[in-house]
């Protein structure tokens, strides 16, 4: 059995989910060397392991200017970095596990795809809702048949209000300034499945939708911009007061180690870093002054090849999950992402018929509902030239599904219905 070694490029939430997943696999995997800014996250992984200290590099391009280390690079870092990133690990002849989205604009995006095509490099990117359980059975029922030809599909991510204020308002993905545009820095997972779902091309994209409620307008009168500062007239009521989400709540280990961006130290910040936090990081500011600037709700409308249509939205106000209703010639499927099962009335019998799930729930801890281990899984088998599989997808496949994010934001700003054949020609892509 080959063993891949690897070289990690990002050392945070997403880069070490991946490292400890391939830890558990030795066999397969050695992780040879760390790239991260941060001291304590690439501490973190060079004990875990056992990198010796020449093959911990704190700076990310550092890594890059060296001669080819490994077969697989893993790129973890921020949006705004995975274009440069990916570029160089091509030109090195790496094999790539690339965190979405692919890059901020679709003009990166299909420069990663066309540079990879030209190298001969295999890039998988990081679509871990393909190798879950749950999406995994979907496509495996539709698959079989038992929805029959695909006309319809209505599907929802459902954020989750604190989420949305935790990584969209205050978090990493608050701007575009410096991330991709919400539908793709959070949505590019649900894009790629619809899609994956009925495997025919997108043709037409319009969407509608618009940050309205994160914003100064709907800020109480007196509010601080910061909550630590006191004084705000709604500090007992606010679902979003930073003070009670983070400082207060000792058992939310998740949001107190991203505010001081500890959670990959293993341990617990203690009230005094979580309050010296709040006070000089954005994870302090009040949720409508928070300087941000994405959606807070989206509806994305799609016409694929054949008529099927697909409505999609993505919005903030809700406790968080996935749901999915299938509309076929031969039935109705439907599920929740949160459930043990999916459900399918079929047609033949005007009977409910319930297919179990092996693994359920997903949350920002709960490593995506098993996608996080399944797509370690299939890597392994997809880059050793062995794969039998149905979820993997190569990087020409993931661009061409974010394409369909990048005409939905076009298609929201300027009230049109947009081609998505007019974005591949644009890029020198084919929409097949």
């Not at 893993?74 to 690339?98: P, S």
């Not at 540079?115 to 295999?122: F, I, L, P, R, S």
Request: aromatic fraction near 10%; include cysteine.
């Amino acid at each position: 059995m080959k063993q891949f070694s690897v070289i990690l490029i990002g050392a945070g939430n997403r880069g070490l989910a991946y490292t400890k997943v391939m830890l558990r696999s030795p066999e397969k995997f050695q992780v040879v060397a760390v790239a991260e800014p941060d001291e304590a996250r690439r501490k973190t992984v060079q004990q875990l392991c056992g990198i010796p200290d020449e093959m911990c590099f704190a700076d990310c391009d550092a890594i890059l200017s060296c001669p080819k280390m490994a077969d697989i690079a893993l790129i973890a870092t921020q949006d705004d970095q995975h274009h440069d990133m990916a570029l160089k690990a091509i030109d090195l002849g790496y094999d790539l596990l690339l965190e979405k989205p692919v890059a901020r604009t679709a003009r990166d995006c299909a420069d990663v795809a066309l540079a990879a095509k030209a190298k001969g490099v295999k890039v998988l990117v990081c679509h871990v809702l393909r190798y879950t359980p749950f999406y995994g059975k979907i496509k495996e029922l539709v698959m079989e048949g038992k929805v029959g030809e695909i006309y319809s599909i209505v599907a929802v991510e459902a954020v989750g209000h604190r989420h949305q204020s935790h990584s969209f308002v205050r978090g990493n993905w608050h701007t575009e300034e410096t991330s991709a545009p919400m539908i793709l820095a959070k949505s590019c997972h649900d894009l790629d499945i619809l899609q994956w779902i009925i495997d025919k091309p997108c043709k037409k994209v319009s969407s509608f939708g618009d940050l309205t409620y994160f914003t100064p307008a709907n800020a109480p009168e007196g509010a601080p911009v910061r909550c630590v500062d006191g004084g705000c007239p709604a500090a007992d009521t606010c679902h979003y007061n930073c003070m009670k989400l983070y400082y207060e709540d000792e058992k939310n280990t998740w949001f107190r180690g991203a505010a001081c961006r500890g959670f990959a130290k293993g341990s617990v910040p203690t009230n005094e870093e979580v309050l010296e936090a709040l006070k000089n990081t954005d994870y302090g500011l009040c949720v409508f002054h928070a300087n941000n600037d994405v959606v807070d709700h989206q509806v994305v409308n799609m016409e694929f090849e054949g008529g099927a249509t697909v409505s999609f939205s993505m919005n903030a106000f809700n406790k968080g999950g996935r749901y999915i209703r299938i509309f076929g010639s031969e039935g109705e499927l439907y599920a929740n992402a949160s459930d043990d099962h999916i459900t399918l009335y079929s047609f033949d019998d005007r009977q409910l018929h319930e297919f179990p799930v092996l693994a359920q729930g997903e949350s920002i801890t709960s490593g995506h509902g098993g996608g996080d281990q399944g797509i370690i899984a299939e890597m392994y088998e997809y880059f050793s030239g062995e794969y039998k599989g149905f979820r993997a997808a190569d990087i020409e496949i993931s661009v061409k599904n974010h394409f369909i994010g990048f005409a939905a934001e076009k298609a929201r700003h300027n009230d049109t219905v947009e081609s998505i054949d007019e974005f591949f020609a644009e890029y020198g892509l084919k929409n097949d």
